[in-house]
């Protein structure tokens, strides 16, 4: 595992009341990386900036915000979109759609560093806070895996989802945000490379133990700090 090195800027945050509308072997690895690398939307641009202090080692700075997906946009109307959190002794905690736009929302301005070595900077997003949705919910987990409509997980620690650091988000640059980026809702967690921000999110289960979601069991490292260029595991 890589030493330690600088970290990221802060993150910025807005808070409003309400919402505007309701280790395989190393050619394996390479193999995985260029498998994600030939689903990067056209149009793509991107320019080294290795010596740029805001980025990650081993990042590239972009405009533009590529889509990269495992399978295919799935469709989640909106009058039968969920959010369900699940503890380790199986209570759940739901909220439609309805009621998670009530809930208080936050503006973060974060960076994005996906594993596919691109990173965006200056983004804004709005969401409510996994501080929020946690709020009172009884639970010795230290894991959480993420479930997304379609079939996709990640796996993260669940102190990474407290202190301000996580968001269930729902709009992106002022704008609902569009399916092929986790539209209506992904989860964002911008100190992480990118796939553990989960698109389409539909919910969380808490866990005593880790278990290893879809890129992870594929060799992808099971945290992902891009400040230490954790791409892949023994990195």
Not at 2 to 7: L, N, P, R
Not at 127 to 156: C, E, K, P, Q, R
Not at 189 to 195: D, M
């Amino acid at each position: 595992m890589a030493g330690a090195v600088a970290g990221p800027p802060s993150v910025k945050v807005k808070r409003k009341s309400s919402h505007r509308k309701g280790e395989r072997s190393r050619a394996d690895r390479h193999r995985w990386y260029d498998c994600l690398v030939g689903i990067v939307s056209p149009g793509f641009q991107g320019r080294p900036r290795s010596s740029e202090p805001a980025l990650p080692p081993g990042q590239y700075l972009t405009e533009d915000f590529p889509v990269l997906s495992a399978g295919p946009t799935p469709k989640v109307p909106l009058d039968s979109w969920e959010f369900v959190i699940t503890t380790e002794t199986g209570a759940e905690y739901r909220w439609s759609w309805s009621e998670l736009m009530a809930l208080p929302q936050e503006t973060p301005e974060v960076d994005i560093h996906c594993v596919t070595r691109w990173s965006k900077l200056g983004t804004t997003w709005q969401g409510v806070s996994l501080d929020t949705l946690l709020d009172g919910i009884d639970t010795n987990a230290a894991y959480v895996t993420a479930h997304s409509y379609g079939g996709y997980t990640t796996n993260l620690p669940l102190d990474d989802l407290r202190g301000g650091r996580a968001w269930v988000a729902h709009t992106f640059e002022g704008g609902d945000l569009p399916a092929e980026h986790g539209g209506p809702a992904r989860l964002l967690v911008p100190h992480l490379y990118f796939w553990k921000s989960a698109k389409w999110v539909r919910g969380l289960r808490l866990m005593t133990a880790d278990r290893p979601g879809f890129w992870e069991a594929a060799g992808y490292h099971d945290y992902g700090d891009p400040w230490r260029e954790q791409r892949y595991q023994g990195d």
